[in-house]
Structure formats: C-alpha cells, structure tokens
C-alpha cells in the first residue's frame, strides 16, 4: 500500500519501510507513445486500415500488458489515462494535484478535466492509436465521439477484456510499476530482475496509490456499474469485441488475431 502527500509518493519497498521516492520527469516521458510514428502510419494508410482502438476492462484485466503487445506488436501510440494523470502527480502539476486526491479515495477525476486532458493529446497524434483507460463514463464517450467525428477518424475496434474476478484480485496485490515509462511488473508471473527495480533505467518501482484491498474493491463496483453503460452505449456501433481468458497470454493471441484480420498486416513494426 502507498498514498501520495504533498506531490511526493511514499511508497512501500518491498522489504517494508515506507520510503519517499523521487520520479523523475521528462518529456519523452509524457505518455507510453511512440513517438515519430510517421513511417507507420504512411503505412498503414497505403496498406491497411487505420487503427483507432479502444481498450476496455476491470481494473487489473491487463489493460496495460494487452497494450503494450499491442503497441510493440503494431507499432502505434497508446495513450494511457491512468498513465498520464500519474505522471501529472509526479510533475506536481495542477490536474497532478486534483488527480491525487480523487485517485486516493478511489474516485473518477471528473469528465471536463479528462476530456480536456485525452482530447489534447489525441491532436498530436496521427492516424493510428490505441486508448486505454479512456473514456470511463458515458458523457466521456459522447465527447470523444464528438472530437472525434469533427475530425473523421471515429474509433473502430473496441477491445473488450473478461477476466475472473478472483484472478484479478491477486494480480492487483502483486502489481508494482514503473512511473516515468508506465512499465508494469507483477511479482508472480512477470517480476523485474531486481526487486522494486525496472529492468530499463535501474529506477525504483512503486506500488500504486490505489493498488490496496480497500480502495481496489471501491473501483471494481463502480468500474462494474459504468462499463455495463458504456459495453451499452458502444454495442449499438458493431465495433465491440470481448475477449476472455484467465491470462494476458492466454488473451493476447486472440487479440492479435482480431487486429490481423479487421487491420491488416499493415500497421506491423
Ligand atoms: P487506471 O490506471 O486506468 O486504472 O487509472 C487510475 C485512476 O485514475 C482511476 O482509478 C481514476 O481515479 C483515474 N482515471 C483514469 N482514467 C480516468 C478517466 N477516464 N476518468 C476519470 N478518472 C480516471
């Protein structure tokens, strides 16, 4: 368990202590995008369709495992709510500094700051993308939708994972994560060489504010009641696919299959 304080995250090491860590913030940093994707996405024009992709699931379903083989696999730019608004709390931003507080009590930051954020950082991106963590309700999706269509690039596959909700549970208790790059690790079945070390940089990782029994049981119900709305709201559009399984590894190809055969091999890195 961690909780945030005056922009600085406690976070608890794996040994035990609860320790303030410094996170470093770059640019580069700003979301878990690829970036300088001119090369894909002139492809992918010419050879396939574009993908404007949405990822759907519980918190803890492996959104963030399912879109970063995505992103490898595909080679396009994710664009991670949860991500952007941590690193806002990392930077001590304004957002940064609501975001802490509605995250802490395991609440949603509200729709207007959400759209303004994701809206903002679907500009700079070009014709291929996938979202994850966005839109969360309703008056989020209608927004989207609207920006979207004022731009003729509405979104066309909507990834939905199922994952039991016991397998879930453990995954969350096990999760740390890497900041500044949005890297996931899980003590069980993906741990980093080093305990609470990324691979990459040789950084400390952390545990997630809301990564605790308490707060984690809050964001399931409403998580359950809000998505029943959107799996509604997108059904109608005959773009929503679920996919189920126990694993990342077990979903993962079935996704990979879905991309293959609406996309194209164009988007390929
Ligand atoms: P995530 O990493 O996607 O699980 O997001 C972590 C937390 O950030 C959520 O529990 C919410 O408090 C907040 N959050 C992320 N995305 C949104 C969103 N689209 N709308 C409102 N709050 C969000």
């Not at 940093?29 to 001119?38: A, I, P």
């Not at 941590?86 to 931003?93: E, L």
């Not at 996931?184 to 605790?212: C, H």
Request: net charge positive.
């Amino acid at each position: 368990m961690h909780f945030i304080k005056n922009y600085r995250i406690l976070t608890k090491q794996p040994g035990g202590w609860f320790k303030p860590i410094h996170v470093p913030f770059t640019r580069m940093s700003l979301s878990r995008s690829f970036h300088g994707s001119n090369f894909v996405n002139s492809l992918s024009v010419k050879d396939g369709l574009p993908m404007r992709l949405l990822l759907l699931g519980s918190p803890g379903s492996g959104k963030g495992t399912q879109s970063s083989r995505i992103q490898k696999k595909f080679n396009i730019p994710v664009i991670s709510s949860g991500d952007i608004l941590r690193q806002n709390i990392a930077r001590g931003t304004k957002i940064g500094e609501i975001a802490a507080k509605e995250i802490e009590r395991g609440a949603y930051v509200p729709d207007d700051i959400m759209i303004e954020l994701i809206t903002k950082e679907l500009q700079n991106k070009q014709q291929n993308w996938l979202l994850d963590g966005f839109p969360r309700t309703i008056n989020q999706a209608v927004a989207l939708d609207d920006r979207l269509a004022m731009t003729d690039r509405s979104l066309n596959l909507i990834i939905n994972l199922s994952v039991p909700e016991e397998v879930i549970l453990q995954r969350i208790m096990d999760r740390w994560v890497h900041v500044p790059s949005g890297r996931v690790y899980n003590l069980s079945y993906n741990p980093p060489k080093i305990n609470g070390i990324d691979d990459i940089t040789g950084e400390q990782l952390t545990k997630r504010s809301d990564d605790n029994p308490e707060t984690f049981k809050i964001r399931l119900q409403k998580h359950k009641a809000l998505t029943e709305l959107l799996l509604e709201y997108y059904a109608k559009r005959n773009i929503l696919v679920t996919f189920c399984g126990r694993t990342s590894d077990e979903i993962y190809p079935q996704i990979e299959r879905e991309l293959l055969k609406r996309f194209g091999s164009g988007n390929l890195g």
